[in-house]
């Protein structure tokens, strides 16, 4: 069966510290990999999503950037933090482009 | 107009009851519907997918897909309290790339 891991869980960070998010999908090969950031009480915003090795896709302008080194990781990352930042960051995979979507645990970054 | 909306809620219902979740969407051919149910502080699980009209049963849950009026729905029969989460509604939209919009969700309390 498939598994996704996202570490840490939570994290909190000063404003201008750098950030390194890293998801894992095990259990499949070549799968669709997404991030996705909720704000307290808001709904998914899709930050990246990725289709194979090094190919990726920014949906919203912002000072995050990601990047998919293997098969199966997916990592989130940032040279300096905003406070607007803050948020549960939650990625994400998929067998098809368009199915269904499995969400890992989630990472909860609180930005200071 | 948004292009998946649900009610915010929060909508309650006693314990045992039928529970009637609601979202439309925009884009008249989206071809894929998804309910997740999220847990505060947790990360979406996906529940039911539904791809055709009609009715999709598992378990206590139906979802109801109705394409000509945009609009897909998720039953929750006997309701229970543990059932007590947001529902988020996603609609797989038929574009380059096959993505999938997340409605903002419906918060469920169900009251024992």
């Known amino acids: 069966s498939q598994t996704i891991h996202q570490w840490p869980a939570t994290l909190v960070q000063p404003v201008g510290s750098p950030l390194s998010l890293e998801c894992t999908v095990e259990?499949?090969?070549?799968?669709?990999l997404y991030w996705y950031r909720q704000a307290a009480g808001r709904g998914l915003q899709l930050l990246f999503y990725?289709?194979?090795?090094?190919?990726i896709s920014s949906e919203v302008p912002q000072n995050l950037s990601a990047s998919r080194p293997q098969d199966r990781q997916f990592i989130l990352s940032s040279k300096k933090l905003l406070l607007s930042d803050s948020g549960f960051y939650l990625c994400?995979?998929?067998?098809?482009?368009?199915?269904?979507?499995?969400f890992g645990p989630g990472t909860r970054l609180t930005v200071t | 107009q948004k292009e998946v909306e649900q009610n915010s809620g929060p909508l309650s219902v006693p314990e045992g009851a039928i529970a009637s979740l609601n979202c439309t969407y925009s884009d008249r051919v989206s071809q894929s519907f998804f309910w997740y149910r999220q847990y505060s502080g947790k990360s979406p699980e996906l529940i039911m997918s539904?791809?055709?009209?009609g009715d999709k049963e598992d378990g206590r849950f139906t979802a109801q897909l109705n394409k000509a009026s945009q609009y897909v729905s998720l039953l929750i029969r006997d309701s229970q309290p543990s059932d007590s989460a947001t529902y988020l509604c996603a609609v797989s939209k038929k574009t380059s790339y096959d993505k999938v919009i997340f409605g903002p969700g419906t918060s469920l309390s169900v009251i024992p």
């Open positions: 990725s289709v194979g090795i090094g190919q």
């Open positions: 539904i791809y055709s009209n």
């Open positions: 994400a995979w998929s067998v098809l482009r368009g199915y269904e979507q499995y």
């Open positions: 259990g499949t090969s070549n799968p669709n």
